[in-house]
């Protein structure tokens, strides 16, 4: 699956769109890393347990939504964007969203 933030993908051109996916996934920070994050706010600097539990967020939207895409027949994902949300202060929701394609190459005739 290629997922490109760009609206084209050079050397390839659009077969057909299928629309918009999407992949969602919401987190909660658990007790210990809230506390080891407190702790380590205190001193200032980068807090890694919520950076690390960001990271696996966003993989995970993006494999989701890679999933909604496959369903449709899609190779590919234009314009694919971020949004990040805070959910009762407790819970992060992370979504990936783009526009589903078939892509070939654009020499293929």
């Known amino acids: 699956m290629l997922v490109s933030t760009m609206n084209d993908v050079p050397g ?3 077969v057909r769109v299928f629309g918009e996916v ?3 996934t919401v987190r909660s920070r658990g007790l210990g890393s809230n506390l080891a994050a407190g702790f380590r706010s205190l001193g200032g600097g980068e807090i890694t347990e ?3 539990l960001l990271y696996q967020s966003r993989h995970e939207a993006i494999m989701r939504m890679c999933q ?3 369903s449709f027949g899609a190779n590919g994902i234009l314009a694919m964007r971020f949004d990040c ?3 009762a202060n407790t819970m992060s929701e992370v979504a990936a969203y783009g526009t589903a ?3 070939e190459p654009a ?3």
Do not use: F, P, S
Request: hydrophobic residues 50%; aromatic residues 4%; neutral net charge.
């Open 12 to 14: 390839h051109r659009v």
């Open 22 to 24: 999407a992949g969602l």
């Open 101 to 103: 394609v078939l892509l």
């Open 68 to 70: 909604h895409a496959m």
């Open 107 to 109: 020499d293929k005739a």
């Open 50 to 52: 919520y950076t690390q």
């Open 85 to 87: 949300n805070e959910i």
